[in-house]
């Protein structure tokens, strides 16, 4: 259902799947160590009546790796990616770090967002990455890559892995991971302020990574944001599928102005 394609930025070569079709644009932006894979599902759930593309952000899934992972880096990607689909303006859905360039975007191109769903990250962020470096090299078997990554993080992380001659590996470098999270860590609330589309705010109820004191502030702050709490943790896209793709389809259908600014 969803075809992939690829675009080039400056030295990058990035990837993405898109479903197609000539509905209102909505891009899907997945967290650390995942992959536009991940949003197979939800694309399903919305068409025909809208275009999903799901970008590989850099150092994931089939797009290159870089040199480095700056707000600045992430955040030119996808206006690169805008520029490659020739659209003016899109949707934008983010998980975790996809949430985070979503909003940020917003903030410095507000012209080019309909309206945000940020799926479980803050305007205040800090975590620490560290622990994902002994993921790192390649393992004899998928069991044994599997057995290190641990069963409460392999569902999330299973689409990403790789099988080479030598053995199996990451698709993701965790030496990326982490200086991408570096960068990302700080206190946001300027950007979360900055724009004033519509925006769904969605918090995992059993979630270890996000405050719903945080999250309440958030809503409460910024003019047009309704914020969600659905059963399931910090990736509710695979938590809880159906509760998660049901919200969506709620807000998309709540969206004042349905011309699709993409169709001339």
């Known amino acids: 259902m969803m075809q992939r394609d ?6 990058l070569r990035l990837s993405y799947l898109d479903t197609g079709g000539k509905g209102p644009l909505l891009i899907a932006l997945h967290a650390h160590w995942m992959e536009a894979e991940t949003y197979r599902r939800l694309a399903a759930h919305l068409k025909p ?3 999903t593309v799901a970008l590989d952000q850099r150092g994931h899934g089939h797009s290159d790796h870089a040199r480095s992972y700056t707000r600045d880096d ?19 859905l983010g998980n975790s770090l996809g949430g985070a360039n979503a909003y ?32 790192a090299g390649t393992w004899p078997t998928r069991d044994a890559l599997a057995e290190r990554i641990g069963e409460r993080l392999l569902p999330y992380l299973e689409p990403s892995f790789r099988h080479e001659d030598e ?3 990451l698709a993701f470098e965790p030496e990326d991971i982490i200086a991408s999270q570096a960068a990302l860590n700080g206190n946001h609330w300027d950007d979360w302020l900055a724009s004033h589309c519509p925006a769904l705010l969605l918090r995992g109820r059993e979630s270890r990574l996000s405050k719903p004191e945080l999250f309440e502030q958030m809503a409460q702050r910024r003019p047009n944001t309704t914020l ?28 004042p102005d349905l011309h699709n600014p993409n169709e001339g």
Do not use: K, S
Not at 6 to 11: E, K, N, R, V
């Open 167 to 169: 053995g199996w590996r």
């Open 49 to 51: 009546g809208w275009r």
């Open 228 to 255: 969600l709490t659905l059963a399931g943790g910090h990736v509710l896209h695979i938590d809880n599928p159906m509760g998660f793709a049901d919200a969506v389809r709620g807000f998309l259908a709540g969206l």
């Open 6 to 11: 690829y675009f080039l930025h400056g030295d």
């Open 74 to 92: 992430h955040l030119g990607d996808l206006l690169a990616l805008y520029r490659h689909l020739r659209v003016e303006q899109a949707v934008l």
């Open 104 to 135: 940020q975007f917003a903030a410095r191109h507000p012209e080019r967002v309909r309206a945000l769903v940020i799926e479980e990250i803050g305007a205040v962020i800090d975590a620490d990455m560290e622990f994902v470096r002994p993921w």
